[in-house]
């Protein structure tokens, strides 16, 4: 089902949004080698907690943790772990914050240390294509706008974009109605309305699209072994059109 938001439940989620916007913030400064994914799970659930949220992520249909911690080739719902990330790996948190019943989802992409020019220009173009798909979250287009744009910005700078996984409605619970692919065709798809409230969470590779799953039930990660990266926000669709709920730019 569809639920439309009203711009007071927004702004609920915007406030549980401010505090995830926060803790990627934070884990972006302490991200050195040497750091562990499972201690950045530790820093989160503490973060939140001392926030009076809740991480959403932990015991959703059996997931373990606060947070998703994908490294180099893996693309999604990596777990955290006890090895120490090296220089010059990537690694995506991804995380849903949870704020009086109201939630938020956002992943983040960050070098460790500095990353190869490869690596880097997978990172830029990633977060880029996360924008231009944003751009397009307003009140009658459709939802094939917004991976259309997704699609080919990224194809056009060579590399290719996941679709074994898309972004969702989100509200009270992680996965609402719609799904929000990152490719698609412009002008088609549903009609975007004012109160929608969408992740949208491209996953873009260096090498191919193809993923395959990991044997503990969860991880995804490239079937070419090729590095992926993903930038992800909730965002609004209101009549001025998409409003960022998950924003960090207002904090640096
Ligand atoms: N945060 C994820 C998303 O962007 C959902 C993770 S599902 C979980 O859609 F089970 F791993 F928590
Ligand atoms: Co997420």
Request: net charge negative.
């Amino acid at each position: 089902m569809l639920q439309l938001k009203s711009m007071n439940e927004i702004a609920k989620m915007k406030e549980a949004g401010e505090i995830l916007a926060a803790c990627h913030q934070a884990i972006k400064k302490k991200l050195q080698p040497g750091i562990t994914t499972a201690d950045i799970e530790a820093f989160t659930e503490a973060f939140l907690s001392e926030r009076g949220a809740t991480p959403e992520q932990k015991g959703y249909q059996g997931y373990e943790y606060a947070t998703c911690a994908s490294v180099n080739d893996e693309i999604c719902h990596g777990f955290p772990r006890n090895e120490p990330l090296k220089k010059g790996d990537i690694v995506t948190i991804d995380m849903v914050v949870n704020l009086n019943g109201w939630l938020a989802d956002s992943a983040w992409s960050y070098a460790v240390g500095t990353a190869s020019e490869q690596a880097q220009n997978l990172l830029d173009v990633s977060k880029e294509a996360l924008y231009k798909g944003i751009e397009q979250a307003k009140v009658g287009g459709r939802i094939g706008d917004i991976g259309h744009a997704i699609q080919t910005y990224a194809e056009g700078e060579g590399y290719s974009v996941v679709r074994d996984f898309v972004g969702h409605g989100i509200g009270p619970s992680i996965h609402e109605q719609p799904q929000v692919p990152h490719f698609g065709v412009q002008g088609k798809g549903l009609r975007l309305k004012e109160g929608m409230v969408l992740t949208i969470e491209p996953m873009i590779n260096t090498g191919g699209w193809h993923s395959k799953l990991d044997d503990n039930g969860w991880t995804a990660r490239t079937a070419d072994g090729s590095l992926s990266a993903q930038y992800e926000h909730t965002v609004a669709i209101t009549k001025d059109g998409p409003m960022i709920l998950t924003d960090q730019d207002h904090l640096e």
